[in-house]
């Protein structure tokens, strides 16, 4: 079996496993950002960065449907484009929140189960990196804790938490 061949083979698993399909990853990703734009700790940080939402709702569809059904749609770098923002455990904390709230509320149990495992490690591998950017090297089950001063906003000030 050729390397494609195993990967739809995969794929089609997942799909039979977990019943993710196009049509659900939209529905998580839309719902998840609708939480997102709204959060006090992430809103303010996606608000400076995304002035279309459509294009970017667009490109992360295609990155959960590489993610989670190994479609092969999303052809980015997301470790570039997160190194530079100014987040650390706290936001991520938050957002794996949101997103397992978000999918448990959106998915059925085993989609749910599948795309929050892939959640988890995306973020601990975005963490890691955005910790490599400040010199930190993360020990195995470390955390990424910034000083309030280093989490700050270029056009908006500190960051505040969300209550």
């Known amino acids: 079996m050729t390397p494609d061949e195993r990967r739809k083979t995969l794929a089609v698993d997942i ?22 734009r709204d959060d ?6 996606f608000a400076e960065r995304i002035a279309e939402w459509e294009p970017h709702l667009q490109r992360i569809c295609a990155f959960w449907s590489s993610v989670a059904l190994m479609s092969g749609r999303y052809h980015g770098r997301p470790m570039e484009k997160h ?7 706290r936001h991520f904390d938050r957002w794996l929140a949101l997103f397992e709230q ?20 995306i973020a601990e591998s975005l963490e890691i990196g955005i910790a ?18 280093a989490i700050t906003s270029p056009g908006n000030g500190t960051v505040e938490q969300a209550s």
């Open 102 to 121: 978000t999918a448990q509320a959106v998915c059925p149990p085993a989609a749910a189960a599948h795309f929050i495992e892939r959640a988890r490690h």
């Open 132 to 149: 490599g950017r400040h010199g930190i090297m993360l020990r195995k089950g470390a955390r990424l804790n910034l000083p309030d001063a």
């Open 15 to 36: 799909a039979e496993r977990t019943g993710i399909d196009d049509a659900m990853i939209e529905r998580l990703v839309r719902a998840f950002y609708g939480g997102v």
């Open 40 to 45: 006090g700790l992430l809103g303010p940080i």
């Open 83 to 89: 190194l530079p923002l100014p987040v650390d455990a």
